[in-house]
């Protein structure tokens, strides 16, 4: 990626969110979990991704979202050298929900004045430093945009009026799949969740911040992501490895 102009180059924060339960991981959070490793540098799942985005010299801030008294629970899941870095890595507590949480995110990042934000699954530790970097080039040029693959498999469209029976036959070439991070304008991001906050009191809720930008801003551009920048979602994800 070429390098940002020192004079106008834009404050990039992230977000990394780790607030969830990790419902079905047997009781486990995820998280906080060690990464199987070969080389004896062992890191938890928080500390992977944290130290792959605090390697990025363009990235500024980087705010972690916790659940309520687990602040210094995470802080100690990260190497040392980051965990010491308080004005840097922050910590913040989560919502009711990921939208909730990424909300709350933006609220504490306000304050910092960030030109943009990149917002990431805690539970995705096998991010790529080049990824991020392409993230971050994209995001400078469209204000929107995520990293996205090709479906493997053909989609069906369940009908759930009828239980059992597929409703439509999706064709896979024009569908995929949304990775993190999810790179945004922090102006635009923030006044979408702001609406998205207003929707979720109504009780809906969005999937991911690329639908509450889509609803409220504009387009999503779409850069190819990376099939290693797997989410852990079971037990089985961390102990299958790399």
């Given amino acids: ?11 990039i924060a992230v977000i990394i969110c780790a607030a969830g339960f990790s419902n079905r991981m047997s009781g486990q959070k995820k998280e906080y979990l060690p990464l199987p490793s070969s080389d004896g540098n062992q ?18 801030s980087i705010l972690i979202t916790v659940p309520a008294g687990e602040e ?43 030109s943009h934000v990149l917002i990431h699954d805690g539970a ?12 971050i080039d994209a995001t400078l040029k469209h204000g929107a945009v995520i990293p996205v693959l090709p479906l493997v498999e ?16 999706l064709r896979r070439d024009s ?34 911040d690329a639908e509450v930008w889509g609803e409220f801003i504009g387009r999503v551009a779409v850069i190819s992501g990376d099939p290693e920048n797997r989410k852990i979602t079971y037990i089985g994800d961390l102990e299958n490895g790399k």
């Fill in 1 to 11: 990626m070429p390098a940002l102009n020192p004079v106008n180059k834009p404050n």
């Fill in 43 to 60: 890191l938890t799942v928080l500390g992977a991704a944290v130290t792959t985005f605090a390697s990025c010299q363009d990235i500024g």
């Fill in 72 to 114: 210094e629970t995470a802080r100690s899941c990260l190497p040392e050298e980051l965990a010491e870095k308080q004005g840097r890595i922050i910590f913040t507590i989560g919502g009711s929900s990921r939208q909730a949480s990424v909300y709350n995110a933006l609220l504490r990042l306000k304050e910092l004045e960030p």
């Fill in 124 to 135: 995705r530790p096998w991010i790529k430093k080049s990824l991020i970097e392409e993230i």
């Fill in 154 to 169: 053909t989609p069906k469209e369940l009908n759930n009026d009828d239980p059992g029976f597929i409703k439509r036959h």
């Fill in 175 to 208: 569908l995929c799949t949304a990775q993190t991070p999810q790179g945004f304008s922090f102006p635009e991001i923030l006044k979408a969740h702001e609406k998205a906050a207003e929707r979720e009191r109504e009780g809906f809720i969005f999937t991911d």
